[in-house]
Nanobody, 117 residues
Framework: QAQLVESGGGLVQAGGSLRLSCRAS???????????WGWYRQVPGKQREFIAS???????NYRDSVQGRFTISRDNARKTVYLQMNSLKPEDTGVYYC????????WGEGTLVNVSS
């Protein structure tokens, strides 16, 4: 079963940037490549919410609140999905996860993003 390993989170001031990575270890590229991958965010007491997705043809979709500030990308050779986060706001704070956007499997541990005002 694929193991999703998220990284790149941290503490940043409002207006700053972070680049998150999600590597699908134990997944062969022929399985990774066709998948539409998504990034999700969860804050305590709330349900996990969709942030962005990227299809195998690199069609992207974004949550309205991050449109124009976040960019999702993928590197199939590295089996890795990225989320470039610019102009960060305190409301972007949360634990970020990646997963198959169409048929989610097991969730990784996520990476914590903490944006201070």
């Amino acid at each position: 079963q694929a193991q999703l390993v998220e990284s790149g989170g941290g503490l940043v001031q409002a207006g700053g940037s972070l680049r998150l990575s999600c590597r699908a270890s134990r997944m062969i590229t022929s399985v990774f490549n066709p998948i539409t991958w998504g990034w999700y965010r969860q804050v305590p007491g709330k349900q996990r919410e969709f942030i962005a997705s990227i299809s195998s043809t690199r069609t992207t979709n974004y949550r309205d609140s991050v449109q124009g500030r976040f960019t999702i990308s993928r590197d199939n050779a590295r089996k890795t999905v990225y989320l470039q986060m610019n102009s960060l706001k305190p409301e972007d704070t949360g634990v970020y996860y990646c997963n198959n956007a169409v048929a989610p499997g097991s969730w990784g541990e996520g990476t914590l993003v903490n944006v201070s005002s």
